[in-house]
């Protein structure tokens, strides 16, 4: 009987999703290398009294099999499927290092930095790096706690005394780790030399970016460098490059918004508008606007800096300021490219905006995000860029504004009574949510359509509280309105409304 065999015969069959049982355990899976475990798909589980728990799947190994068996005693095997033995793999190897802060303090002890940095592995994958140099273990558990964390941004600060870490989580900032200052210089030269940019060059701002794998899962960061007076900082945006999330009834879009939205973008040509500030979300709505449309008739080419997804059956260009692909020259040549539906990831210029119009006015639906901070100041802002207002007015189709809203942590909300009789959820702070009372988001949308009164208001040049009056009287919800579904299901706090809408 060989190695498997004997597995097999051991075997628990088990069909039930690796989450309805107990969690693998982090010392337990480092009794054996990630590498080893992910390339044999095996995985040690639980170390009890009688032995070792071993999950294997049905693409496991037998020499894997033979191996753990050979180096340790006695072992009891459980079967899962293999998806979910993948997922308990990066489970388990995720939280192996334990946090950043951890790994901050074997770091504080080394003082040969340039040997340091000099020793740089290529990995594929991030959580398979076994090298030993402090500061690139420091970097590796950096992104790989910001990737579990889903951290959209890592600020690395240098102050006088001290050197900052801080990961943006659900729209807010918070402090990860203080490291010495004297380490600050060598991690951001880490950091640019990752990035592909030039360590020597330190009076300069870059920008770069660094294509890597955590945990299985393609993650996309861009890095930008900024010399200050105590040293240069960097702003490291984590895309993670999965599409499968993009979907409008999951982020967040109410039933009777998403069939006006789906309506203006099945339009032939015209101008569909997402506006917010950074961070809001735009740029994955629109993507997933375009994972709503037929692929297969139609050509769908986009102009975007950065691609932050891919998309199949879908044309994607990226800016390059820097060799002059700028947003505009890159639309002059996607229109010789016999396209029906343009992306523009961001009306920045006038050049931008009247070719966006020109190509919506010819036969093109065209899609492009605006930096405005609700719907009817979009077209205040298009017009003072220069866009002429009778052409806007041909053109516009509808516009979209939002915000995300975080939600309440599940585990640790409360309700309370108020002052008025009422009661309401509140933020409370627990392990799970790090405190912070919150765990999440979803968005909040204003969508405006411009029909025949709106138009006629557009071409007069009205003011944006007009045509804001003119749409709430046609059935419009402001951005705090449909914020309120959120306050009556218990998914957010009246403060959170209030930060996120502001005067909306």
């Not at 449309?293 to 879908?314: F, H, K, Q, S």
């Not at 947003?327 to 006038?350: H, K």
């Not at 309440?408 to 909300?413: K, S, V, Y």
């Not at 309120?484 to 502001?502: F, I, K, P």
Request: net charge negative; hydrophobic share 40%.
């Amino acid at each position: 009987m060989n190695a498997l065999q004997a597995a097999e015969s051991t075997t628990h069959t088990h069909t039930q999703h690796t989450t309805t049982r107990e969690a693998p355990s982090p010392l337990a899976a480092r009794l054996v290398p990630y590498g080893f475990a992910k390339s044999g798909q095996i995985l040690i589980a639980q170390q009890h009294a009688d032995g070792l728990e071993v999950w294997i799947g049905e693409h496991t190994a037998s020499a894997a099999i033979a191996e753990v068996a050979r180096n340790f005693g006695a072992l009891r095997f459980v079967r899962l499927p293999a998806d979910d033995l993948t997922h308990a793999i990066n489970q388990a190897y995720a939280r192996q290092d334990g946090s950043a802060a951890q790994v901050v303090g074997e770091v504080e002890g080394e003082v040969d930095l340039s040997r340091l940095m000099q020793d740089i592995p290529e990995v594929e994958d991030l959580l398979e790096s076994e090298d030993d140099a402090p500061i690139i273990r420091m970097i590796n558990a950096l992104l790989t706690q910001a990737a579990r964390e889903q951290a959209s941004d890592i600020h690395i600060e240098p102050f006088e005394h001290a050197c900052v870490v801080r990961f943006r989580v659900d729209g807010t900032l918070r402090d990860v780790v203080r490291p010495k200052k004297a380490l600050h210089g060598a991690l951001i030269s880490r950091i640019k030399i990752m990035a592909q940019l030039d360590i020597a060059e330190k009076r300069l701002p870059q920008d770069g970016r660094i294509t890597l794998r955590v945990g299985g899962r393609p993650v996309d960061v861009r890095v930008s460098t900024l010399p200050t007076g105590h040293g240069e900082r960097a702003v490291l945006r984590l895309l993670e490059k999965d599409a499968q999330r993009l979907n409008l009834e999951t982020l967040g879009m109410a039933g009777d918004t998403l069939k006006q939205f789906d309506a203006l973008i099945a339009k032939p040509h015209g101008i569909v508008l997402v506006t917010g500030p950074t961070g809001s979300g735009k740029t994955t709505t629109l993507y997933a606007s375009m994972s709503r449309l037929e692929t297969a008739t139609t050509n769908i080419m986009t102009v975007e800096d950065p691609i932050e997804y891919d998309l199949a059956g879908i044309g994607q260009t990226q800016v390059n300021e820097r060799i002059g692909m700028t947003f505009a020259r890159a639309l002059r040549s996607i229109l010789r490219q016999d396209p029906d539906i343009i992306m523009i990831g961001e009306i920045r210029d006038l050049e931008t905006a009247q070719i966006a119009v020109q190509a919506s006015l010819t036969g093109h639906l065209v899609l492009a995000t605006l930096h405005t901070n609700d719907a009817a100041s979009a077209v205040t802002r298009l017009t003072d860029m220069g866009v002429e207002p009778y052409l806007l007015a041909s053109s516009l189709l509808g516009v979209l504004a939002q915000r995300l809203v975080r939600q309440l942590c599940p585990a640790c909300r409360q309700m309370r009574a108020e002052a008025d009789g009422g009661q309401r959820w509140h933020p409370v702070g627990c392990e799970r949510c790090r405190q912070s009372g919150y765990a999440g988001r979803r968005g909040v949308y204003e969508l405006l359509p411009i029909d025949e009164p709106i138009r006629a208001l557009i071409h007069r040049q009205a003011a944006d509280a007009e045509i804001l009056t003119a749409a709430r009287a046609q059935g419009m919800r402001t951005l705090r309105e449909d914020a309120a579904r959120y306050l009556d299901a218990g998914t957010t706090s009246l403060e959170e409304v209030l930060r996120v809408t502001g005067g909306a």
